[in-house]
C-alpha cells in the first residue's frame, strides 16, 4: 500500500507542455503542506489497513522533490520519519528530475528513511525532450541513473509514449535506453492532451496530434513484451481516472483499464498462434482472470474463433490459460 502526498509543481522551475498537476493528482498548487497535515493524512489512510502485516510505503508525488530547498525537503520528511523509525511505514520514495540529482541529497534523502526514487525520464531522445519544455537532456537521465543505483536506492522511470515530436520507433528507443540503466522498475504514461496545458493549445493548431487508443495500446504491448524480457516490472500504465482528469481531459489515449486492455490484446494474439488455425478447442481460465479476455466489451476475444468454448475453473492457476484440443497435448499460455 503506498500513501500518496501530491506536492503539485513544487520544486518545478517551470511547467512542461503537457503537465497540469492538478488535474493529475486531484490536488491544487499550493503552499507544501504541514508536517500536522501529513501525519493527518497518514493516520487517516493507516486506519484503513486491514492487514497489519500489509507493508505501507509513503510517497511524495506530482512535483520535483529533490529540487525543493533542503529544508523544505527535510521538513516534510522528518514529520512522517517517525513512522519509519517505529516501524510502521516500511519505505518512502519520491519523485524528481534527473537534473535535480546530487550524491549529497541522495545520502540526505537515505538517512530519512527514502529507499526508492523514481525519475520522470519522459524520454531519452534529446528533441524530444526540449520539444516537451523538460529542459534536462538524456545524460542527466544517465548521471542521475547511476548515482541512485551506486547510492543503493531503488531507481524507477516513468516514462510518456508519444510526446510532441516523438516517433513510436523513438519510444522503443527510449525504453531501451532506459532500460539499459537498470531501473527495477517504469512507469509507462502515454501522453495525454490536457485543459490549460502549452499542448492543448498546439493541438489546437493542429501542431500536435495525439495516438490513437489502438495504437497505443499495439506500441504498449510491444513495451510490455520487452519490458517482461527485460525483468523490469511495470507499475502503471496510464494515469489513474479521477473526475479531475475526466474533467480536464480534451482528447488522447485514455481507458480506465489501459493496461488491462495491453494484457487483452496480447492473450488473444497468443491464443490465436497457439490454435494454430483449429477452431474447435477449449479454454480454461480462472474466473478471476477472465476481465482481461473479455476486456472493453470483449475487443481482442472477438478476433477468437466463436467456436472456441472457454470455461471459468478456479482451479486453474492465475495468470496462466489453459488450451485443450482434441488430440493434442494440452498448451499453457502465459496472460
Given at each position: 500500500m503506498i500513501v500518496p502526498f501530491f506536492i503539485p509543481f513544487a520544486g518545478c522551475g517551470h511547467r512542461c507542455i503537457f503537465c497540469n498537476q492538478e488535474t493529475i493528482s486531484g490536488a491544487l498548487a499550493q503552499q507544501l503542506p504541514s508536517p500536522k497535515e501529513l501525519q493527518d493524512t497518514l493516520e487517516r489512510y493507516l486506519q484503513s489497513v486491514k492487514d497489519p502485516s500489509q507493508p505501507v510505503e509513503a510517497a511524495f508525488y506530482g512535483g520535483?522533490?529533490?529540487?525543493?530547498?533542503?529544508?523544505?525537503?527535510?521538513?516534510?520528511?522528518?514529520?512522517?520519519?517517525?513512522?519509519?523509525v517505529n516501524g510502521t511505514l516500511k519505505s518512502l520514495r519520491v519523485s524528481t528530475r534527473p537534473d535535480a540529482i546530487t550524491q549529497e541529497g541522495l545520502e540526505r534523502l537515505k538517512a530519512y528513511g527514502v529507499e526508492t526514487v523514481e525519475l520522470g525520464v519522459q524520454s531519452m531522445e534529446d528533441e524530444v525532450l526540449w520539444q516537451s519544455?523538460?529542459?534536462?537532456?538524456a545524460a542527466d537521465t544517465i548521471r542521475a541513473s547511476k548515482a541512485i543505483c551506486e547510492a543503493d536506492l531503488h531507481?524507477?522511470?516513468?516514462?510518456m509514449p508519444g510526446l510532441l515530436g516523438a516517433s513510436f520507433s523513438g519510444d522503443l528507443y527510449s525504453l531501451r535506453a532506459s532500460a539499459a540503466l537498470r531501473p527495477e522498475a517504469v512507469r509507462l504514461y502515454p501522453t495525454l492532451v490536457l485543459r490549460g496545458t502549452p499542448l492543448e493549445r498546439l493541438y489546437r493548431e493542429g501542431r500536435y496530434?495525439?495516438?490513437?487508443l489502438e495504437e497505443t495500446v499495439a506500441h504498449l504491448q510491444e513495451m510490455m513484451t520487452f519490458l517482461d524480457e527485460e525483468g523490469i516490472e511495470i507499475l502503471r500504465m496510464g494515469l489513474q481516472e479521477t473526475p479531475s482528469l475526466l474533467k480536464s481531459l480534451i482528447c488522447g489515449p485514455h481507458h480506465p483499464a489501459l493496461r488491462e486492455l495491453v494484457l487483452s490484446r496480447r492473450?488473444?494474439?497468443?491464443?490465436?498462434?497457439a490454435l494454430a488455425g483449429d477452431a474447435k478447442a477449449q479454454l480454461w481460465i480462472h474466473p478471476y482472470d477472465a476481465s482481461i479476455?473479455?476486456?472493453?466489451r470483449k475487443q481482442y476475444r472477438s478476433t477468437l474463433p466463436k467456436t472456441l468454448?472457454?470455461?471459468?475453473?478456479?482451479?486453474?492457476?492465475?495468470?496462466?490459460?489453459?488450451?485443450?484440443?482434441?488430440?493434442?497435448a494440452p498448451i499453457e499460455i502465459c496472460i
Open positions: 520535483s522533490f529533490t529540487a525543493l530547498p533542503w529544508s523544505d525537503q527535510e521538513r516534510l520528511l522528518s514529520a512522517i520519519f517517525p513512522y519509519r519544455g523538460r529542459f534536462h537532456t531507481l524507477v522511470h516513468q516514462l496530434a495525439p495516438r490513437s492473450l488473444a494474439g497468443r491464443i490465436a498462434c479476455l473479455n476486456a472493453n468454448a472457454v470455461h471459468g475453473d478456479f482451479h486453474q492457476v492465475r495468470g496462466v490459460v489453459t488450451l485443450r484440443r482434441r488430440g493434442q
